[in-house]
Each structure stands twice: as structure tokens, then as C-alpha cells.
């Protein structure tokens, strides 16, 4: 179908290249491929390791003028105003397209796999 719901903020966070690498090869990227683009702030060797660190930027965060950081999101996503009509028409988008043969063909395929991978 096409990424096309979730396109606008993926794009905006690892650019138009690596969004039109992802969006035409589907295939998995590595976790590795993910935090050299922008998508992962950080990669962790355990849960463990991934709780402490969530909660040591938690801390810090909680110390941050609410203020500061409100005009700090503001800034950084400026330019994103039209986003709530970009994305309806890409939501539009991709119901046009889920419907379609291939598509109702794809997902069939894909539920008899998850089906027989079940049982």
C-alpha cells in the first residue's frame, strides 16, 4: 500500500533519501541503520539498560523549564501546520489503495501465513 499515514514525520526525521530508501525497499533495516538516520536516539544492550537510560533522560527532563520546552517543541516542528489535512489526504490515500486487488490479494496472503504459522 504505501506508507503513506506515517510518511510525513519519517521523512522529517531521517530525510527524503533514506524515507524513499524505506518506503520503495520495505525489507528490515537494522537497528544500527535506524539510529545512524535519526529514528533511534539510542541503542541498548538489554531492557535493563534501555530502562535506565529512559529514566536518567526522564530526570533531567523533569528539571527543564516546561516553558523552555514548550517553545522548544514549537520551533521544531514548525512548518508542520498543514499536517492535519496531509495527513487525512494521505489516510485517504491508503484506503483507496487497500482496497484495491493486489492489495486485498496481499493481505489474505499475509493472514494465511500468520495462520499457518500459528498452528
Known sequence: ????VIGPAVERRVGSAAYAQLA???DWRSAEWAHARGLFAGIHASVAELDAAVAALAGRLSGFSRQAMARLKAVLWEGTDHW????DERARISGELVVTPPATAAIAAARSA???RAT
Not at 500500500?1 to 503513506?4: D, L, S, V, Y
Not at 492535519?84 to 495527513?87: G, M, R, S
Open 1 to 4: 500500500i504505501g506508507p503513506f
Open 24 to 26: 520503495i525497499d520495505a
Open 84 to 87: 492535519p489535512q496531509l495527513l
Open 114 to 116: 500468520a495462520k499457518a
